[in-house]
């Protein structure tokens, strides 16, 4: 006659948190990750998104300095992240010189009192950093 299965129950569960990407099925708990702006609970080390990538549900921010330090700040403003996007777009395709695309975005991020820390590059660069 087969054995009976016991579930394991002798240890702390984790159900997820708040943060985009949080795996919230039931599992193990680690240690516990929180929003350095709210200190929100971001979920566990197992069931969260790797620090530099990590957003909180709650102030709508990322999570982590570290994430701010790579990424830099969130544009509030759609407006303005679209027209930065263009930009973007126009020195990739070519049509702006990576020294005129940043100027363009960082005067535009002034304007609407963004803090800015792009440095762009031009397609060139870009090609050849794809190729290494």
Known sequence: MP????EKQDYP?????????CMHE???LADDVFCFRCDERMGCRRCVQIARELLCLRCHDWATRIALRV?????RDRKVGMEA???????LE???SAEDG??????LMAEHNQPQRLRMISASEARD???K
């Open 85 to 91: 996007l263009r930009m973007v777009k126009m020195v």
């Open 71 to 75: 990424h830099g700040p969130i544009v």
């Open 3 to 6: 054995k009976e299965r016991r």
């Open 94 to 96: 070519g049509k702006l």
């Open 13 to 21: 569960k984790c159900h997820g948190g708040n943060s985009f990407g």
């Open 129 to 131: 950093k794809e190729a």
């Open 26 to 28: 039931e599992h193990k």
């Open 102 to 107: 940043e100027k363009l975005i960082n005067d």
